[in-house]
């Protein structure tokens, strides 16, 4: 969704809003509209640029706070970090 690239779908990121909350579908089975992201660290920090976290939202079609969309980064660059250590 950031940076436009097609990839298979097992090789994004799935985000999706649940209960309240914007949440990585690990799994890519919670229900509800979902947004894909390509998982590498430029792309999901292009979420913090304004341009592209509106695209984001729209995408998702709810009206959701900077600062959850801000969470949401910081979790998923730190969970990059473990995928990067794991690898």
Known sequence: MACGQRKEKGELLRITY???????DEGMRLGGRGVYLCPRRECIELLRKRRTRDHFLRSLRRSVSPEDVKALVEGL????????RSA
């Open 77 to 84: 660059l730190a969970r990059q970090d473990e995928w990067g």
């Open 18 to 24: 649940r209960g309240g909350e914007l949440l990585w």
